[in-house]
């Protein structure tokens, strides 16, 4: 079973950065495919991007690509999301998920571990 807390939410404006994190517990961290996900207030909840359990590989959504990049350190089992150029509708809830999968998914069905989630608010 692995607990997952994500940190660096927060306010900032248009065209900032932000930093999130998720610590890890468990000594399985690396055997799991990471995924970053949103949800906005009356929205489904997407996966803004997804990393492979070494840190090799990374997928992301059209809506942040370029923008937005996924690191993990499986040392310190942590993933992380930079975020940058943000924009009003970056605005949301961040989530980050553990899935026990060979291959880097973006449904929330594949992810059965889930942080508690940290809120991203970009003013314009």
């Known amino acids: 079973q692995v607990q997952l807390v994500e940190s660096g939410g927060g306010l900032v404006q248009a065209g900032g950065s932000l930093r999130l994190s998720c610590a890890a517990s468990?000594?399985?961290?690396?055997?799991?495919?990471m995924g970053w996900f949103r949800q906005a207030p009356g929205k489904d909840r997407e996966c803004v991007g997804a990393?492979?359990?070494?840190?090799?590989?990374?997928y992301y959504a059209d809506s942040v690509k370029g923008r937005f990049t996924i690191s993990r350190d499986n040392a310190k089992n942590t993933v992380y999301l930079q975020m940058n150029s943000l924009i009003s509708e970056d605005t949301a809830v961040y989530y980050c998920?553990?899935?026990?999968?060979?291959?880097?998914?973006?449904?929330?069905?594949?992810?059965?571990?889930w942080g508690q989630g940290t809120q991203v608010t970009v003013s314009s």
């Open positions: 990393i492979s359990r070494r840190g090799g590989n990374a």
């Open positions: 468990g000594r399985t961290f690396s055997s799991y495919v």
């Open positions: 998920a553990a899935g026990n999968t060979v291959i880097m998914r973006a449904d929330v069905a594949a992810y059965a571990y």
